[in-house]
């Protein structure tokens, strides 16, 4: 018997339909696809630290190459209007590179707006006490390295040694062996800035206390500057050559 194909191409075609329509039904439409975030409208504070900041810095605002930034006394000491030009624009000559668009970087104003206000909003101190303002972020009066090496002994020799020669024996809670301060592989890689900025602020997640030390009486805006200028006095011209033979 000879079936006419013209009765069989209509009649498989309209079973095709069926069939996808009763499948339609069965498993349903697809869902919507996530909604993606174009990269310049992300203002989470938590995304834009980790994927910006926390390489240098630390996870959790420590423990990083970098200064820690889970410090209220540093975050105080520099105050939004610097975190917000670092932050922009960079630290010329520094390893700090620039993140706004405007100086070559990939966040927007708004991103970089949203990056302080976390810092300060995640790990700022609501107001220091009065008496315990410290000293301006900037020296303002220029530095004696003689007097900075015996300031630097008085402060910070019990733990650094008396010539930043560091200090293999230290103990201190977690904290264990402090290389030496004033080589010239450490120097060439911080600002001067950068050292008082540690000086006055301390390292917390290391076990260094800030400008107040752990004696009784704190260190002095000139104090600090003649650390800094003592340090930076023991720069080598030409960093990272080889060292000479003992």
């Known amino acids: 018997m000879k079936l006419d194909r013209r009765i069989l191409v209509p009649g498989a075609v309209t079973l095709s339909v069926v069939c996808m329509t009763l499948w339609g039904c069965t498993h349903g439409r697809p869902g919507p696809e996530p909604e993606v975030v174009r990269p310049e409208k992300v203002l989470a504070f938590s995304t834009l630290y980790k994927q910006n900041c926390s390489a240098c810095h630390g996870e959790n605002g420590k423990n990083g190459a970098a200064i820690s930034l889970a410090n209220p006394v540093y975050l ?3 105050g ?14 520094g390893l700090m590179p620039a993140f706004a668009r405007g100086s070559g970087g990939t966040l927007t104003d708004q ?3 949203a990056l302080v206000q976390g810092l300060i ?12 303002t410290p000293p301006p972020y900037a020296g303002t009066q220029p530095g004696d390295a003689a007097r900075g090496q015996q300031a630097f002994g008085a402060f910070c020799g019990r733990c650094h040694g008396t010539a930043g020669e560091g200090n293999p024996d230290y ?3 977690n904290f264990s062996k402090l290389g030496s301060i004033v080589d010239p592989s450490y120097l060439a890689l911080i600002s001067n800035q950068n050292l008082r900025s540690v000086t ?12 107040r030390s752990d004696g009784t009486q704190p260190m002095t805006d000139q104090q600090i500057t003649d650390i800094v200028a003592w340090m930076a006095s023991k720069r080598t011209a030409d960093p990272g050559q080889p060292y000479p033979s003992p």
């Open 111 to 113: 991103q970089v707006s």
């Open 171 to 173: 103990r201190k809670g």
């Open 200 to 211: 006055i602020a301390g390292r917390p997640d290391e076990g260094m206390p800030d400008w």
């Open 76 to 78: 105080a000491l520099a």
């Open 80 to 93: 939004e209007d610097h975190l917000t030009d670092v932050i922009a624009n960079g630290v010329h000559g």
């Open 121 to 132: 909003q995640q790990w700022g101190a609501p107001k220091l006490p009065a008496d315990q």
